[in-house]
C-alpha cells in the first residue's frame, strides 16, 4: 500500500505551458509535503515544500497547491522550460511517532521546445 | 549549496560479498539517511540514524544491512552478504533537523551486484 502516490508516470508538455503534477497520500498525520526534482545521475534536490497549515505557496515559476480534506496536492510549473524536464517527487512526512520522508513513485517531466 | 559526497560512484562485485558504501554528509547536519532507488523510479527509505542510533528502519532494511558512524567521519552503509535484489543506486542524505527539514542527497552509488 503506497502511502504517498503518484498517479502519473510521465507528463509531455510544450515548452510556455504549464505542466501539472498530482500527488495523493494515505496518512491523515503527515503535515509536510516537498517536491523533489531529480536530473539524471544526480541525487534528489529540494525544489519547493508546503506545510498541511498552508493551501499555497509559491516560489517563482512553482507553486503547490494543497487540498487537506481531499488528502491531494499538485504542483504547478508556470511558463515551463526544457531545462525543466526531470523526475518529480512528491514527499510526506509529520507521522507520529516516524521519523521517515516518505517519496511518491515520481512523475518523469519532458518539456518539449 | 550544501554537498552531500557519495564514494564510490559505482560498485560492481559478486554476490555473497560485502560491500561498504560511503557518505560524507554535511558537516553540522545531525539526521542521516540511506535510501534506494531502482531503475530511476521510487525512492524508497531504508533507515535513518541520529545521535550514533538507527531511529527507525524499513522492511528493505535487512538483517544483512548495517550502518554506521565511527567518530563523526563516513556515514556507511554495509551490505553482508550481497545479494543480486541488492543492485540499485543508493542514495546518502543529510538533514540538519528531522525529516520536516531539507535533506541534502549526494549523487548516489550505483551497486551492481553479479
Known amino acids: 500500500q503506497q502511502q504517498v502516490r503518484q498517479s502519473s508516470q510521465s507528463l509531455t508538455v510544450w515548452e510556455g505551458e504549464t505542466a501539472i503534477l498530482n500527488c495523493s497520500y494515505e496518512n491523515s498525520a503527515f503535515d509536510y509535503f516537498p517536491w523533489y526534482q531529480q536530473f539524471p545521475g544526480e541525487g534528489p534536490a529540494l525544489l519547493i515544500a508546503i506545510r498541511s497549515v498552508s493551501d499555497k505557496k509559491e516560489d517563482g515559476r512553482f507553486t503547490i497547491f494543497f487540498n487537506k480534506r481531499e488528502k491531494n496536492l499538485s504542483l504547478h510549473i508556470k511558463d515551463s522550460q526544457p531545462g525543466d524536464s526531470a523526475t518529480y517527487f512528491c514527499?510526506?512526512?509529520?507521522?507520529?511517532?516516524?521519523?521517515?520522508?516518505?517519496f511518491g513513485s515520481g512523475t518523469q517531466l519532458t518539456v518539449m521546445p | 549549496g550544501p554537498k552531500v559526497l557519495q564514494i564510490p560512484s559505482h560498485q560492481i562485485i559478486d554476490m555473497g560479498q560485502m560491500v561498504t558504501l560511503n557518505c560524507d554528509p554535511v558537516?553540522?547536519?545531525?539526521?542521516f539517511y540511506w535510501y534506494k532507488q531502482i531503475l530511476g523510479q521510487q525512492m524508497e527509505f531504508l533507515v535513518n540514524?541520529?545521535?550514533?542510533?538507527?531511529?527507525?528502519k524499513s522492511k528493505l532494511f535487512k538483517d544483512q544491512f548495517s550502518v554506521e558512524r565511527p567518530d563523526g567521519s563516513y556515514f556507511t552503509l554495509k551490505i553482508q552478504p550481497t545479494a543480486l535484489e541488492d543492485s540499485a543506486v543508493y542514495f546518502c542524505?543529510?538533514?540538519?533537523?528531522?525529516?520536516?527539514?531539507?535533506?541534502?542527497f549526494g549523487a548516489g552509488t550505483r551497486l551492481s551486484v553479479l
Open positions: 514527499a510526506a512526512s509529520g507521522s507520529s511517532g516516524s521519523w521517515q520522508l516518505i
Open positions: 540514524f541520529y545521535n550514533g542510533k538507527v531511529m527507525e
Open positions: 542524505a543529510s538533514s540538519l533537523g528531522g525529516a520536516r527539514n531539507t535533506l541534502y
Open positions: 558537516s553540522n547536519h545531525l539526521y
